[in-house]
């Protein structure tokens, strides 16, 4: 029971253009999203969050956008650049019965910004 | 910033033997680690929540006898992988972080290689 998914695997971009990362999610509990950025053999790196009562959010060349309707959320990137290029984990945060923060990732979609 | 740092970054074992990897907070203190484990091409899956001073909270169908979590400080959080064989191969990752809500700092991970 996969409770966030990001569908696309995979996504190319040339540089300069504008990259679009989605991402779904199943349970209406989760009141606050996140994407990471991820390299290989590294740990992820925060990139930017946003709370349900928003449906937007803003940090530079990043923005990312929810839906709560339609239980999706999606990262801009723009312009993209080459050093973009990353795998990019979106994440839904719930809470443990143990009261601490729980984050629920999808599986990552692999962005190669092209020169 | 947050800094967490995870060791070995990279380990070969033999099948039946016990590795340790560690996970510390460098400048702040976390009564909370987490600890997540990554296949090829697939999701972080959050193994286990690190409580410092009590024990460890485990996510469904994770063997808390087989994957021993100590959290004996407010800046160390141990997993031990157990009588590891081929299958527990994987890369595993840490994080821990300083707000309640989401910005979570993650090590650099480490790859678990039984053979």
Redesign the interface.
Request: proline letters at 7%; glycine letters at 14%.
């Given at each position: 029971d996969?409770q966030?998914k990001q569908n696309s695997?995979s996504l190319s971009v040339q540089e300069g253009r504008i990259s679009i990362l989605n991402c779904d999610y199943t349970n209406s509990m989760f009141d606050?999203f996140?994407w990471?950025k991820k390299y290989p053999?590294?740990?992820?790196?925060?990139l930017i969050?946003i709370?349900s009562i928003k449906d937007k959010n803003e940090d530079g060349r990043f923005t990312v956008f929810l839906n709560k309707s339609a239980k999706h959320l999606s990262l801009h990137i723009v312009p993209s650049q080459p050093g973009d290029s990353a795998v990019y984990?979106c994440a839904a945060?719930g809470w443990?019965?143990?009261g601490?923060?729980?984050?629920?990732?999808?599986?990552?979609t692999k962005l190669t910004v092209n020169p | 910033g947050a800094v967490v740092s995870q060791h070995p970054s990279w380990v070969i074992c033999k099948s039946g033997t016990s590795v340790k990897i560690e996970c510390r907070s460098l400048d702040f203190q976390a009564t909370t680690m987490f600890w997540y484990r990554q296949f090829p091409k697939q999701s972080l899956m959050l193994m286990a929540t690190s409580n410092e001073g009590s024990k460890a909270t485990y996510e469904q169908g994770v063997e808390k006898d087989k994957f021993l979590i100590n959290h004996a400080s407010l800046t160390l959080s141990t997993l031990t992988v157990t009588s590891a064989h081929p299958e527990d191969s994987s890369f595993y990752i840490c994080s821990a972080g300083k707000n309640s809500r989401g910005g979570y700092t993650f090590g650099s991970g480490t790859r678990l290689t039984v053979v």
């Open positions: 996969q966030v695997p606050y996140l990471y053999a590294e740990g992820p790196t925060f969050s709370s984990f945060s443990t019965q143990g601490s923060e729980k984050l629920v990732f999808g599986k990552g | -």
